[in-house]
């Protein structure tokens, strides 16, 4: 018995990309308050009624956006070294992979995260970093931060900011690094970070 999911009308798949596409050209123009049905289905080149076939009205649109922006930077999250010698090495190649992922599709991230038009999209991938970041700290890092005596919620509100944050800023400056040099230099600034936690600063005895 074949257990596959079915597969979507590759025409269904093509109009929906024509209207994400429209709309993203758009948001690049104006201000979403501005955009109507109308505007997309015209720079799409489809009928205002077959935009009805497929999404409800533009909030539902950017709910099904959002959710398939989630669908695949879980994807790419999922990815995982065949044998990886750390779990630091582990959560480095899964940032890599994250921010490949981004560049490879920096129009509509540029876009929906780069700018403050589509608050969505941001709120959706804090909330989805906040839960990758929490199965960490439990799986890996959970004894660090209890011996630091940093309360776990105050270590994920920290860690999923700094991490949107530096992709955020990254979109915005039009990406001057490629993804695997930022990565590093994210976990070596959390390394750093940590290793402050337990080492004192050096006192001047001058």
Do not use: C
Request: aromatic residues 8%; hydrophobic residues 40%; neutral net charge.
């Amino acid at each position: 018995m074949n257990q596959d999911k079915p597969r979507t009308d590759p025409r269904i798949l093509r109009t929906r990309q024509l209207l994400k596409d429209a709309l993203i050209d758009l948001l690049q123009e104006m201000e979403i308050e501005k955009i109507s049905v109308n505007r997309i289905s015209e720079r799409a080149t489809i009928n205002r009624v077959t935009f009805y076939l497929h999404y409800r009205d533009i909030p539902d649109m950017l709910e099904k956006m959002a959710d398939e922006m989630i669908g695949d930077i879980q994807n790419a999250l999922n990815s995982k070294p065949l044998h990886p010698n750390s779990a630091e090495e582990k959560d480095l190649w899964v940032m890599v992979n994250l921010l490949e992922h981004i560049a490879e599709h920096a129009k509509f991230y540029k876009v929906v995260l780069g700018s403050k038009r589509t608050p969505i999209f941001t709120e959706r991938l804090l909330k989805m970093l906040s839960e990758t970041i929490t199965n960490s700290l439990e799986n890996h890092r959970k004894s660090f931060i209890l011996d630091a005596g940093i309360q776990k919620d105050i270590a994920i509100w920290y860690g999923s900011a700094a991490l949107i944050g530096t992709i955020v800023a990254w979109i915005r400056n039009d990406m001057p690094y490629t993804p695997q040099f930022l990565a590093k230099q994210f976990f070596l600034l959390l390394k750093l970070h940590h290793k402050d936690l337990f080492i004192p600063p050096k006192m001047d005895l001058h």
